[in-house]
């Protein structure tokens, strides 16, 4: 059973940094990439990174490039997401999700790209 488990979520103030992880079971990092997208109250699922199976290659929305990083422990099975410079507008739900080929199919920021979705983390930033 495939199963991915994001954690992490919280409060911060605006300007500070957090970081998220989301652990994979059931399949393997090695054979997946992993996205990170947020889903803000009344909006649409947005795409806000992405790290490739093969060769770590990632993926940035313009939204927080610069201010977030993904990052992988294969050995863990674990993708991290750390945010820097945080903002209100990035208060969200967190998911993580596996797919096969971020730059197959519509991409790494079409949700219908991605085969297995974990249930989400809430993260508010607000002072």
């Known amino acids: 059973q495939v199963q991915l488990v994001e954690s992490g979520g919280g409060w911060v103030q605006p300007g500070g940094s957090w970081r998220l992880s989301c652990v994979v079971s059931g399949i393997s990092l090695d054979d997946y990439g992993i996205g990170w997208f947020r889903r803000a109250p009344g909006q649409e699922r947005e795409g806000v990174s992405c790290?490739?199976?093969?060769?770590?290659?990632?993926y940035y929305a313009d939204s927080v490039k610069g201010r977030f990083t993904i990052s992988r422990d294969n050995a863990k099975n674990t993708v991290y997401l750390q945010m820097h410079s945080l903002k209100p507008e990035d208060t969200a739900i967190y998911y993580c999700?596996?797919?096969?080929?971020?730059?197959?199919?519509?991409?790494?920021?079409?949700?219908?790209?991605?085969?297995?979705w974990g249930q989400g983390t809430q993260v508010t930033v607000s002072s």
């Open positions: 790290i490739s199976r093969t060769d770590g290659r990632t």
């Open positions: 999700a596996a797919i096969l080929d971020p730059e197959g199919r519509g991409g790494w920021a079409l949700p219908l790209s991605y085969d297995y």
